[in-house]
């Protein structure tokens, strides 16, 4: 007899639904089964194949959000690369201009490479374009950091700081829904495997009934 404690998900949900919905419709099964001293009632069926329906959800639930989470990540990445390319090659221009000797230079923040954590990169971005912002001596003749290009890398960076939050929510979602499902499809274990071991003895003189549900033991 196949262990509901350990099938994959796949089987579980198959064999928990044939052994619930054949134990409550299957007219001989049933009369056994229903019978004095096991007792049981097509409701305890249908419990057991409430649980299938409700792991079967949260399946796809779990897909669901795991998916959205993943597409979430990948459109932070996408603005914080492009925020990214934008910081690297303004800083190149500005380190050709400024002295390294000039506190403007570490002021700006052209010491050292660019982090490659994303959310230190923001806040260097920020900090960066910021100044900039301020000192439109700092970009009077430095082809391709006009006052408007900062402008256009700052609304990339509240667009990466937007796609960054919805980014921690989908991942909070799609951590919620896998407990959501770890937690539905041990239920329906526990219930599946003691629904088949209480079948299983009450039809332990009937191994034509039991194999109707999936019961025999296997060599």
């Known amino acids: 007899m196949a262990s509901f404690l350990r099938l994959s998900i796949a089987d579980l949900l198959r064999d928990a639904r044939d052994l619930y919905t054949n134990a409550r419709d299957d007219a001989e ?3 056994v089964l229903s019978a004095e001293p096991w007792g049981f009632t097509a409701a305890d069926f249908d419990a057991g194949l409430a649980l ?19 597409r979430a990540t990948h459109d932070y990445d996408v603005a914080v690369d492009a925020v990214r390319a934008s910081y690297n ?8 201009r400024i002295a390294r000797d000039d506190p403007d230079y570490a002021g700006i923040g052209l010491v050292g490479e660019a ?8 806040k260097e971005a920020d900090d960066f374009y910021g ?6 001596d700092l970009l009077a003749g430095v082809r ?3 006052p408007e290009a900062v402008a256009e890398v700052q609304a990339l960076i509240e667009a990466a700081r937007t796609a960054g939050s ?9 951590e919620g829904a896998q407990k959501a499902q770890q937690a539905a499809v041990e239920a329906l274990r526990r219930h599946a495997a003691l629904t088949a071991k ?5 039809l332990a003189d009937h191994p034509q009934l039991r194999e109707r549900l999936g019961l025999l033991e296997r060599s």
Not at 131 to 136: A, D, E, N, Q, V
Not at 166 to 174: K, L, N, S, V
């Open 29 to 31: 099964v049933f009369a």
């Open 52 to 70: 299938v329906d409700t792991a079967t959800e949260a399946l796809k639930t779990e897909s669901r959000e795991g998916r959205e989470a993943r």
């Open 89 to 96: 090659r303004h800083r190149a221009r500005l380190r050709d």
């Open 115 to 122: 982090p490659g954590d994303r959310e230190t990169l923001l």
């Open 131 to 136: 100044f900039l912002s301020g000192r439109s």
């Open 144 to 146: 391709g950091v006009s």
């Open 166 to 174: 919805a980014q921690t929510r989908e991942a909070g979602e799609a």
């Open 198 to 202: 209480d079948a299983a003895a009450a």
